[in-house]
Each structure stands twice: as C-alpha cells, then as structure tokens.
C-alpha cells in the first residue's frame, strides 16, 4: 500500500506560481508512474500531467499546462512536485496526485493508478 499527501496548494494570483508536492509513505515512490490531476467544479476530472519511469523515464503533460506546469521528483523525500507556472483562473480546481504501474495508452486515465492522495485546492483569483 501506498498513501500519498498532497500539499502546497491555496489563493495565488494569475501570472503567480505554486509549487505542489505529493508525499508518499508505506513504500518508495521511486518505483511507479505518477501523475497529476485536477478537478473543477462541475467538471470531470482531468489528466495534467505524468512522470513515467518505465520506457524511457518520460514526461507528459495536458495541452492545457504544456509550458507551464513541470512535475519533479526528490527520491530521498519520496517526494513529487508540480510546480505551475503563468497560473490563470481556469487552472482553479482540487489538484490530485496519483501513482501507479500505468502503461502508456493508460497514462492520461485514472485507471492507470492504484493510490490516490485526498487532493489539495488550488485557487487562481484577484
């Protein structure tokens, strides 16, 4: 089992920048595909980015935050970080981080995790 804890979120202005993290415990992150998500209300939820280790240790993000958002990894604090960047309104939403052994076609799709932390909120306003 894994639990995962997000942090980092709250109120920034657009243009402004956060820096999430996703803390992992039960077992070393190092070893699964992480990947972020999001959900507005009203909205589905939705795929914003993804950390493969697997086949070629590659990086995938939504259209939506390509450019912007980047995803980290710090393997002694077992440790994810998604840091946004150029934040605007429609980025406002409960941010999700997830792991598991995804494959590729299964990247962008909550069924490619396993574990799921509890979210945190994110807030893009003046």
């Known amino acids: 089992q894994v639990q995962l804890v997000e942090s980092g979120g709250g109120l920034v202005q657009p243009g402004g920048s956060l820096r999430l993290s996703c803390t992992a415990s039960g077992r070393t992150i190092s070893q699964y595909t992480v990947g972020w998500f999001r959900q507005a209300p009203g909205k589905e939820r939705e795929f914003v980015g993804a950390h493969r280790r697997s086949g070629g240790n590659t990086y995938h993000y939504a259209d939506s935050v390509k450019g912007r958002f980047t995803i980290s990894r710090d393997n002694a604090k077992n440790t994810v970080y998604l840091q946004m960047d150029r934040l605007n309104p429609e980025d406002t939403a409960r941010y999700y981080c997830?792991?598991?052994?995804?494959?590729?076609?299964?990247?962008?799709?909550?069924?490619?995790?396993?574990?799921w932390g509890q979210g945190t909120q994110v807030t893009v306003s003046s």
């Open positions: 997830a792991a598991g052994q995804a494959i590729l076609s299964e990247l962008r799709q909550e069924r490619g995790y396993w574990y």
